[in-house]
Structure formats: C-alpha cells, structure tokens
C-alpha cells in the first residue's frame, strides 16, 4: 500500500533532544570534553559578570556556539544563528531545547571584549589539554613549531600612505586606485581599515598580502596544538613568536623542538640553547650569491643523532593543523579586525582542531 505524502501537523512533540542525537556520534565525545574543560572555567566566568541585574545568555553556550561554527564551516555568525534556530544537533551541543529561543547574532560582536578574549581562548585550550585522559596523549618532551599566513579583513586600496599623501581611491562602492610607481611599505605605509596588518609575502615570487602571522606549538607524539600566537608579519616574527611559546609553556626538563630552515639561525639556535632546549631544525644549505652553500647553526652534534630524523618527520604535521584551521576553520583570512580578536579566533581554532581529533585518539588502544 502506497503512503500518503500529506503532513499533518502535531501540536507536542513527546521525544526527548537528546535521543535525536546518535549515541555513536562522534560530537557526543566532543560535547562531553567541551563540558569538562567550561567546569574549570567557571569560576572566571563568575568575575566577567555583575551579580546584579537581568540573567545574561550563559557564557557557556556562547562559546560551544563559537566552536560549531568552526567545525561545519560556517561563514558568519548571522548564518550560525539560522542553523541554530533549526537543526536539533546544534541545539543540543549549545544546550538549547527545542522551544528555546536563539539570541541575535550581534551578541557575539558584544561578548568579544568580554567573553570570547585571548585570556578565555587559552584558558580554555590549557583545560582542555589538562584533562587526565588528553594529558596522557601529549609529549612532554618532544615540539615542533611553525608559523602561517592569516590574511587580513583589509583591502589592498586601505594600505595608503600614513603622511595622508597618495590620490584616494575613485567614487563608488569599489573605486579604482592607481598604485603605478608607487612604492609601499610597512614604515611609510599603514592600513586605514586595519592598523595591524602588515604587508608581507611569504617567499620570493609570491604576492604581498595584507595580513597576520599566526604560530603553533605542536607536541609531536599525536600532533595536537598545545599553544598558540598571532604576531604581526615581520621577518623575525616566526622566530620570536616561537621562543614565546617555548617560554610560556616549557616546564624546566629538556626537550626537543623539531622546525623548518626558516629557523636555522644562529641567534634563535643559541638562544634555545639557553633554555636548555635541543634544536631540531633542517638545514639551511642554499647557495648564497658567492657561490658558497650557507652556513647552518645545526651542527652534527644534533644530526647524528636519530631524534632528528624523526623530529623532521614529525614536524610537518604542524601542517594539518594550519590546512585545518584555515580551510574548515575559516581562518585563511580573519573575519575580525585587530591583533587581540585574530589572537583570541586563532587560539579557539586550534582548541576544536584538537576537539576533531580526540574522539578518534581516546578511543584508540593505549
């Protein structure tokens, strides 16, 4: 017998939201990490807000929000809102019911001065990592470290000279600028729309872009972000942001930090050296305009060893983090104007990179 497509409306609904929810769902095991590591983040929460006047949206929900919208690529937090409003799996994660309503979307640009900061995106990321059953995943003796190219919310047309010479663009919603003979840089030139951004280009051969430079520190047993940074693009930047992190996250015992040849310099080797830590970096060995192969500050003290081959190894696993982050993330280029907001959105990528591939770890024989 042939089924009737007609719909006929029911007035309640008797099924739970949480059995809408597969038990084998892998967003189970991420909700269920994501709720242990806000526990430890409550008593912070309780400073950010006054004990007086009307309940706010719970701090809470606001960030699993943020983090769905970097698991399903989601544009922007207006299109985060319509799914909200509609799919049960979102409102489940969120902790929403089926008659709640969702709150506007300019809540998000309100809460970032507040709530969704640099201070709560690494608070959250060092809870999450805390987790007895996640600590046991990590390396405590072996790193890698590498930088990556975040384009700015800024236009090529809003990099003009900061005496306020240079013709302005034409009329209209998009009008032409002629940059023919015009020499820009950093030091005579700034971006109107974002003042943060710098012009940088990653190589020889590749275009200048307006942009930020974001840093990881990887622990190289299962390749998961364990720190992360966003400086603006120099050339000593990587560098620098990395001896930052070591800094901040190192412990006082030995280690290893596996990187690319942009870090075979002698100053950066002598100074992990200081800090007692062994540099596996990969040899620099291009030849230089007199003919002569550069000089590496890797010695064969560091290579004979087999610890580096397998740092070199390892280290390129930094990789999938940033393809993560910058193309299911949406981070190649930052939907947020200023250094703090591209810190704290770089930081919160790197937390739901780490989110995706625990299911998996957690349940893999020790």
């Known amino acids: 017998m042939r089924g009737s497509d007609e719909r006929s409306g029911s007035l309640f609904s008797y099924v739970d939201i949480e059995a809408r929810v597969p038990a084998t769902h892998p967003v189970r095991h991420i909700r269920e990490l994501v709720n242990g590591a806000l526990a430890k983040l409550d008593r912070k ?6 004990a007086d006047g009307r309940p706010s949206i719970p701090p809470e929900r606001l960030v699993r929000a943020s983090l769905l919208q970097l698991f399903y690529s989601i544009r922007s937090e207006r299109q985060l809102m319509e799914r909200l409003d509609f799919d049960l799996l979102f409102r489940w994660f969120v902790g929403l019911g089926i008659d709640d309503e969702v709150w506007n979307h300019s809540v998000f640009s309100k809460n970032r001065d507040r709530l969704l900061t640099t201070e709560i995106a690494r608070d959250f990321l060092a809870a999450l990592l805390a987790e007895p059953k996640v600590k046991r ?13 975040l384009k700015a919310w800024a236009s090529m047309k809003s990099f003009r000279p900061k005496d306020g010479s240079g013709s302005p663009p034409g ?7 002629d940059f023919r003979g ?16 710098r012009l940088y ?6 275009e200048s872009k307006l942009c930020y430079l974001g840093h990881a520190l990887m622990e190289n047993r299962n390749g998961l972000a364990v720190l992360g940074e966003v400086t603006r693009a120099t050339g000593t930047a990587e560098r620098d942001a990395a001896l930052d992190l070591l800094d901040r996250y190192r412990k006082g015992r030995r280690i290893t930090l596996g990187a690319d040849k942009a870090y075979d310099v002698f100053e950066f080797v002598g ?11 990969a040899i620099d060995g291009h030849v230089t305009t007199t003919g002569k192969a550069r000089r590496s500050a890797v010695d064969k003290r560091i290579t004979r060893h087999p610890g580096y081959a397998i740092s070199q190894c390892c280290r390129k696993r930094i990789e999938e983090i940033f393809g993560w982050t910058k193309t299911i993330g949406g981070l190649a280029q930052l939907k947020m104007r200023g250094l703090a907001k591209a810190k704290a959105a770089f930081t919160f990528g790197l937390a739901a990179y780490n989110l995706i591939r625990l299911p998996k770890l957690l349940e893999a024989p020790a």
């Open 182 to 197: 015009e020499k820009r840089s950093n030091e005579t030139h700034g971006s109107t729309t974002d003042p943060d951004a």
């Open 171 to 177: 009329g209209g919603r998009n009008g032409e600028r």
């Open 271 to 281: 100074a992990l050296r200081e800090r007692g830590v062994t540099a596996h970096i």
């Open 137 to 149: 995943l990590l390396s405590h003796e072996h790193f890698s470290v590498d930088g990556t190219l």
């Open 201 to 206: 280009r990653k190589g020889h051969g590749q």
């Open 45 to 50: 929460f309780e400073t950010l807000y006054s």
